[in-house]
């Protein structure tokens, strides 16, 4: 059973995730990821989250990427091979019989489109505290609804995510996101 917990925000997410960043670094190579980011709530100061660090590698292409999968695989990574989203690569630390429970996410998307749209959520998070209480609130509340429904639990949030989506692309403009 993978339930999902909201917990309140830990201050070492950060430092995990610039630990696991350099991990990924090292194992995979410099030579074809362009950027490497904390995302998820994980990545917002303050905010409650489920205790597992996003991580988003972009890269020049997915075929490409696809060189990463053994490597990470042999880091503790779980590569979901049955993943309906073509449009990305995501893998799983943590969970049985690697672990107890999910510590990790690896998302890996082409360095456009998904990486700057969950980059641009995150920040705009960042930068308004009210907007980040309220999406608190948000999961905090699907978390209890759908305790041992993940996709619901996501499903559930994604009208909230677009409209944040929208404040936020009026907020930032494309010379924000240079790498």
Known sequence: MDEIEIVEYNPRWASLFTHEAERIRKVVGDDFIVAIEHIGST???????????????????????????????????????????PER??????????GKRRTHHVHVVEAYGEFWERKLFCDYLRLHPEEARRYEALKRELAARFRTDREAYTHGKGEYIQAVMEKASLTFSAADFRI
């Open 43 to 85: 990545a917002v100061p303050g905010l409650a989250a489920k205790p597992v660090i996003d991580i988003m590698v972009g890269v020049r292409s997915l075929e490409e990427g696809k060189r990463a999968i053994p490597v990470l695989e042999a880091i503790g990574y779980v590569y979901w091979r049955e993943n309906p989203r």
């Open 89 to 98: 690569m995501f893998f799983v630390k943590g969970m049985p019989p690697y």
